[in-house]
């Protein structure tokens, strides 16, 4: 039978949003069990975020459901000394604990990391944070646009006519979570060497930055300032988004080889040899003269004709597809990446599942985003809690 990757590792999970439940998601799929610790009253912030409010009353918005795949949830008040023990009970049995709190939160509930770590000192501690735990900004606050426009990303997106502009969905707060993800993955590689659990400080605004490293390289190696320029690829030309008879398609042709091939599909060989054009550096100063000639010859024919001419004389290239088509193409389908789950209430749901595939190991999707606190009961009993001590502590609003 084939087992999963991180089976026999217990993670707690007291992230919120989106970058600490996105790097619990990824273990989560990788068969840890991950236990979300989640405050008695609503959970999870994000079980009140997404399109459709009758899901965000029921504290399963669409956002809380896009990450919490294979995820256990249990209520839990910190502050209350009864919540603290418990906790400690729990953390005494995790290997591996997420958080997404500012700088000193949890030391302030009195169940940091040095007070854990004495608990278990086999246990690692992710602590993920806008800037980190040190630092001139490290108690500031910070969400993923903030981190967009600090960082440089805004700066570097859009053109002349549309500068600053931030992406399109969350980038800081996901790559934060997968750096965070990555990290734990480590730690846990070195404690099977040395038996060592350790902290783990991770920062959305660091996370950010080297993913930059191209541009990042110009300005610190060359000097060079990055220029907004839209949809065109700075390192080629012609290389970018282009108009074709029915909607857009991006071509990549980065090398020479591909422009001479280009040139050919689309019939017109005698840009191969016009000095604004044979070489690339002199393509890359001459786009704006070049992009309306290719695109004179892209307006004879539609998207779909232009992609597997193009591809089929190795030149690379792909429709633009709105994110109902990529969702539903044949390839993401054949890939798996997206999974059934079924949700009592709900009905059944299409989520994200693990994409890097293993030979050996599964990375699916075998248990819904759970209901606030719906395994409560189960964890809190396994650390030995009774049926008449979980009746007590719900009435003091504990769990």
């Given at each position: 039978?084939t087992?999963?990757?991180?089976?026999?590792?217990?993670?707690?999970?007291?992230?919120?949003?989106?970058?600490?439940p996105?790097?619990?998601l990824?273990?989560?799929?990788?068969?840890?069990?991950?236990?979300?610790?989640?405050?008695?009253?609503?959970?999870?912030?994000?079980?009140?975020?997404?399109?459709?409010?009758?899901?965000?009353?029921q504290?399963?918005?669409?956002?809380?459901?896009?990450?919490?795949?294979?995820?256990?949830?249990?209520?839990?008040?910190?502050?209350?000394?009864?919540?603290?023990?418990?906790?400690?009970?729990?953390?005494?049995?995790?290997d591996?604990?997420?958080?997404?709190?500012?700088?000193?939160?949890?030391?302030?509930?009195?169940?940091?990391?040095?007070?854990?770590?004495?608990?278990?000192?086999?246990l690692?501690?992710?602590?993920?944070?806008?800037?980190?735990?040190?630092?001139?900004?490290?108690?500031?606050?910070?969400?993923?646009?903030?981190i967009?426009?600090?960082?440089?990303?805004?700066?570097?997106?859009?053109?002349?006519?549309?500068?600053?502009?931030?992406?399109?969905?969350?980038?800081?707060?996901?790559?934060?979570?997968m750096?965070?993800?990555?990290?734990?993955?480590?730690?846990?590689?070195?404690?099977?060497?040395?038996?060592e659990?350790?902290?783990?400080?991770?920062a959305?605004?660091?996370?950010?930055m080297?993913?930059?490293?191209?541009?990042?390289?110009?300005?610190?190696?060359?000097?060079?300032?990055?220029?907004?320029?839209?949809?065109?690829?700075?390192?080629?030309?012609?290389?970018?988004?282009?108009?074709?008879?029915d909607?857009?398609?991006?071509?990549?042709?980065?090398?020479?080889?591909?422009?001479?091939?280009?040139?050919?599909?689309?019939?017109?060989?005698?840009?191969?040899?016009?000095?604004?054009?044979?070489k690339?550096?002199?393509?890359?100063?001459?786009?704006?003269?070049?992009?309306?000639?290719?695109?004179?010859?892209?307006?004879?024919r539609?998207?779909?004709?232009?992609?597997?001419?193009?591809?089929?004389?190795?030149?690379?290239?792909?429709?633009?597809?709105?994110?109902?088509?990529?969702?539903?193409?044949?390839?993401?389908?054949?890939?798996?990446?997206?999974?059934?789950?079924?949700?009592?209430?709900?009905?059944?749901?299409?989520?994200?599942?693990?994409?890097?595939k293993?030979?050996?190991?599964?990375?699916?999707?075998?248990?819904?985003?759970?209901?606030?606190?719906?395994?409560?009961?189960?964890?809190?009993?396994?650390?030995?809690?009774?049926?008449?001590?979980?009746?007590?502590?719900?009435?003091?609003?504990?769990?």
């Amino acid at each position: 039978m084939t087992k999963a990757m991180l089976e026999g590792i217990r993670v707690l999970d007291l992230t919120n949003v989106l970058s600490g439940p996105f790097a619990t998601l990824h273990l989560a799929l990788l068969g840890a069990e991950v236990v979300k610790i989640e405050n008695p009253k609503d959970g999870d912030l994000a079980r009140k975020l997404g399109c459709m409010p009758e899901l965000n009353e029921q504290l399963m918005g669409t956002s809380f459901l896009a990450q919490n795949s294979n995820k256990k949830s249990v209520t839990l008040n910190l502050k209350p000394p009864e919540g603290k023990e418990l906790f400690k009970r729990l953390v005494k049995t995790a290997d591996v604990l997420v958080e997404n709190y500012r700088p000193g939160v949890m030391d302030r509930l009195g169940v940091g990391y040095k007070v854990l770590a004495s608990e278990n000192p086999r246990l690692i501690y992710c602590a993920i944070s806008g800037f980190g735990q040190t630092g001139p900004d490290a108690h500031k606050p910070a969400y993923d646009q903030i981190i967009q426009g600090l960082s440089g990303v805004m700066a570097v997106n859009g053109d002349e006519r549309l500068n600053p502009l931030r992406a399109g969905f969350p980038l800081c707060d996901t790559v934060g979570g997968m750096n965070a993800a990555f990290a734990v993955m480590a730690a846990l590689y070195h404690r099977e060497r040395s038996g060592e659990g350790q902290l783990i400080d991770v920062a959305l605004l660091d996370s950010i930055m080297p993913p930059m490293g191209w541009v990042a390289a110009n300005l610190l190696i060359g000097g060079q300032h990055p220029i907004p320029m839209g949809n065109d690829n700075f390192t080629a030309a012609p290389s970018g988004t282009f108009k074709a008879k029915d909607g857009y398609l991006n071509i990549a042709a980065n090398k020479q080889e591909q422009w001479e091939a280009l040139c050919d599909v689309i019939g017109a060989p005698e840009l191969k040899t016009d000095p604004r054009f044979q070489k690339r550096d002199i393509r890359k100063k001459n786009r704006k003269e070049l992009t309306p000639l290719v695109e004179a010859r892209l307006a004879l024919r539609p998207t779909a004709e232009w992609v597997e001419l193009l591809n089929a004389r190795d030149v690379p290239s792909g429709a633009i597809l709105d994110l109902e088509a990529a969702l539903n193409q044949a390839q993401i389908a054949h890939r798996n990446v997206l999974q059934e789950t079924s949700v009592e209430g709900i009905g059944t749901l299409r989520l994200f599942a693990l994409t890097a595939k293993f030979d050996k190991c599964t990375g699916d999707i075998t248990a819904p985003p759970p209901r606030l606190g719906a395994h409560t009961a189960e964890i809190l009993g396994a650390v030995g809690v009774s049926a008449e001590e979980l009746a007590a502590l719900k009435t003091k609003g504990v769990i």
